[in-house]
Each structure stands twice: as structure tokens, then as C-alpha cells.
């Protein structure tokens, strides 16, 4: 860092003029989003990958041990729903901003690998769910589809009316990125003229192909993130150092003022 860096509060100027002159503004964001919303992150210490094996989430696994993997599936959509004494989990800021800048026009699409459900919690529409969610189940055997909630997951492993299993609409590992979800996202990126990334590392692939993809076809990134990516070095135009809500929450302003 030289000493020239620029403080956040230029950047954040920077940034906010970049937003206001977009005419294809997108956004693409992962776990450090929710962080703030209360989600503990997967990965790392306190993660749900150091209470079970990932192996729990593989399709293959889950078709062969439905018993062991739906323990695990309760638990953590439990999370996102609220269970006893802990309230569901709410959007923060910068999901509230996002949703705000979709009904104002200014951002045309977000693409989330998020599972928590909580950008369209916020009132985004154009949403692109990339490792799908929580809100439903799908019967494996004939594709019938039950909202996913306390009552429908009762039983220990919950049985579709034909016998066959109910899985939830979240992409396990050994799954593809649902058809749909793959050709929206890379729509947005052939489309964006600037990208936000927000609370993403760039680690887990083919989601971390797409904000690549959007710049190698011209888009201006910007990240959001509190410590450099994978994609700082690589791909980003303009770093914020930050958390996503306090950085969203002043885009916002900035771009009100
Ligand atoms: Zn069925």
C-alpha cells in the first residue's frame, strides 16, 4: 500500500459515481453478505463444515442415507427459519439496499449463491438463486414440490404420498446449478456494464466463473469485501474495504445526496 492510497471515503465516492453511470449495474454476492444478518459462514471456525462432513450434502450420499443427511438439513435451514428461542434470520442493509435500487431501476439483476433466502426476503425480484434455497422441497421420484418449513420436515426423514424422497431445492454437492439459474447469470454477465461483489471469496466454482466472465466482456468491478479475494488481484477495478451493510449503507446515501 503506498501512502497515497486513497481513505474509504474516496473510494466510496468513486464507487457511488461508478453506480449512478451504470446502465446495466449487477450484483453478485456470497456468504459475507448474511454475516452481518446473524448466518454463520459454512466454512471456517464455527461453520457447519465442522460440525458434519460435507459428504451429508452429496446427492449420492443423501439417496443412500437419507437418515443421516436430513439431521444435518434441519439443522441448517433452522438457522434461516428460527427454531425455540432464536427469531428467523432478517435481511441487513445491504440486502434492503439492493432490493431499493431494483424498484428505483438502477440495478437490473442479483446474482446470489446464497441459500438463506434473505436478498428475496428483502423484496429483490430479479433474482438470480444460483445454488437454489430453502423455501421448498422437491419429491426425487415425482417432482412434487412442498414448501420446506417445521411442519413439513417433521418426520425424521420426510416421504412424499408415491414413497419417494424429498429433497430440498438447494443444490447439493454432485449436483448441477439448476439450467435456468446458469443461463440468467451468464445473461447478466455478458450484459453488465458494472458488477458489484459483495461478501465472496471466488472460491467455489462454476459460480466463481461469472464476475470473470462479466469483465472479460467489459464490466467495471467493484468488490465489497472486509479483507482481499481471490478476485482483488485479478478482476477488480475498485476495492472497498469494508463490511456489506456499512458500505451499502453509505453507497445508498452517497447516491441519494
Ligand atoms: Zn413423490
Known amino acids: 500500500m503506498s501512502e497515497n492510497t486513497p481513505g474509504t471515503d474516496s473510494l466510496l ?38 460440525k458434519y462432513d460435507p459428504e451429508i450434502l452429496d446427492l449420492d450420499y443423501f439417496r443412500a442415507h437419507p437418515e443421516k443427511s436430513w439431521p444435518a438439513i434441519r439443522d441448517l435451514f433452522t438457522v434461516f427459519l428460527g427454531t425455540g428461542d432464536r427469531p428467523p434470520v432478517r435481511p441487513n442493509r445491504a440486502h434492503d439496499v439492493l432490493a431499493a435500487w431494483e424498484r428505483q ?18 423484496g429483490s425480484r430479479s433474482l438470480v438463486e444460483f ?43 454432485g449436483e448441477g446449478i439448476p439450467a435456468a439459474a446458469m443461463e440468467d447469470a451468464e445473461h447478466a454477465a455478458l450484459h453488465t456494464d458494472c458488477m ?9 466454482y462454476p459460480a466463481a466463473a461469472i464476475p470473470p466472465l462479466a469483465k472479460r466482456h467489459g464490466a467495471t468491478i467493484i468488490e465489497i469485501n472486509p479483507v482481499p479475494s481471490d478476485y482483488t488481484p485479478r478482476i477488480t477495478d475498485l476495492f472497498l474495504p469494508l463490511k456489506a451493510a456499512p458500505a451499502f449503507d453509505r453507497l445508498a446515501a452517497l447516491l441519494t445526496a
Open 196 to 204: 458489484i461483489l459483495v461478501g465472496t471469496s471466488g472460491v467455489v
Open 105 to 122: 431501476g438502477r440495478l437490473k439483476c442479483t446474482i446470489t449463491q446464497n441459500i438463506d433466502g434473505l436478498h428475496a426476503a428483502a
Open 13 to 50: 465516492r468513486a464507487a457511488a459515481k461508478l453506480i449512478a453511470s451504470s446502465r446495466y449495474l449487477t450484483a453478485f454476492s456470497g456468504a459475507g453478505i448474511s454475516v452481518e444478518s446473524g448466518i454463520p459462514p459454512f466454512r471456517g471456525p464455527g461453520g457447519v463444515w465442522e
Open 131 to 173: 445454488h437454489g434455497h430453502c423455501r421448498t422441497m422437491t419429491c426425487l421420484d415425482c417432482g412434487r414440490q412442498l414448501p420446506l418449513t417445521a411442519e413439513t420436515v417433521r418426520d425424521p426423514v420426510p416421504r412424499c404420498s408415491c414413497g419417494g424422497l424429498f429433497k430440498p431445492d438447494f443444490v447439493f454437492f
